[in-house]
C-alpha cells in the first residue's frame, strides 16, 4: 500500500466524524428552530406568563390562546384582566410584537412593533382616590431606588385598532365618566437613560361625556 493510499484512508473516517457531527447540529438547529414555533411551546410559554403574573397580581389575567413564532415576534389572543371579585378592568381581543433577538438581549430593549386591537378599559377611582388598575398590582418596594433597576426600551411602531376607554372619577371629572369609543391610533415611543421620546403619528377617536348627549 503507497504513502497515498494510506493518508487516504486515514482521512475517510476523519470526515465521516464531521459528516455525522455537522449532520448532528443541522439536526439540533432544526428542532430549535420548529420547537420556536410549535403550538407546544407556545401554550406552556402562555400558561408559565398567566402563572407568573397571577402569582404577583392582586387580581386574575387570562390568555385564550398564544401565535407565532418566538424567535420574530407572536401574538395573544382573549386577554382578560379582572380584580379579586371577577369585575374586569381590561381586556384585549389580539395583541401582537416584531422584535428580532439580539434587540431583546441588553438594554435598551426594542420592539419593531406592538399591536393592539380591540382593547377594552375600565378604568374606576375609588373614594379613596385609588384607581381599580392600582389595587390589583403588587406593593413597590420603596427602598430600593438604585437606577440599575430602570428599565429602557424603544418601541417603534405602536398601533392601537377599535379600543375603547370608560374612565369613571367623581373626583377628576366633572360628569364622573369619559368614554373614549373606537380609538384607532399610530404612535412611536422610546425611554433612554438620557431622554424620553413619543410621536403621534395618527389619532382618531370619539369622546362620549356625561354633558354631550352625542359623540
Same mark, same amino acid.
Request: charged share 25%.
Given at each position: ?11 475517510? *473516517? ?159 371629572? *366633572? ?17 433612554? *437613560? ?20 352625542? *359623540?
Amino acid at each position: 500500500m503507497t504513502e497515498e493510499k494510506q493518508k487516504a484512508k486515514k482521512r475517510k *473516517p476523519l470526515l465521516l466524524k464531521l459528516t455525522i457531527a455537522l449532520l448532528v447540529v443541522v439536526t439540533i438547529a432544526a428542532g430549535v428552530r420548529l420547537a420556536l414555533k410549535s403550538d407546544w411551546l407556545l401554550s406552556y410559554v402562555r400558561e408559565l406568563v398567566v402563572e407568573q403574573a397571577n402569582a404577583q397580581l392582586n387580581g386574575t389575567l387570562a390568555i385564550d390562546r398564544m401565535q407565532g413564532d418566538l424567535l420574530f415576534g407572536f401574538s395573544v389572543y382573549g386577554v382578560t384582566l379582572s380584580d379579586t371579585e371577577s369585575r374586569q378592568i381590561a381586556a384585549i381581543d389580539s395583541a401582537g410584537v416584531q422584535y428580532t433577538i439580539p434587540s431583546l438581549i441588553t438594554q435598551p430593549y426594542r420592539l419593531d412593533m406592538l399591536r393592539v386591537s380591540g382593547f377594552r378599559g375600565n378604568f374606576v377611582q375609588g373614594d379613596d382616590s385609588l384607581w381599580n388598575v392600582q389595587r390589583i398590582l403588587p406593593e413597590q418596594d420603596t427602598t430600593d431606588t438604585e437606577s440599575s433597576d430602570q428599565l429602557y426600551w424603544e418601541i417603534n411602531r405602536i398601533i392601537l385598532e377599535q379600543s375603547n376607554l370608560l374612565v369613571e372619577s367623581d373626583l377628576l371629572l *366633572p360628569d364622573g365618566f369619559l368614554e373614549l369609543e373606537n380609538v384607532n391610533l399610530q404612535a412611536a415611543a422610546e425611554v433612554f *437613560p438620557d431622554r424620553w421620546y413619543a410621536s403621534l403619528d395618527e389619532l382618531d377617536l370619539r369622546i362620549r361625556e356625561g354633558r354631550l348627549h352625542h *359623540p
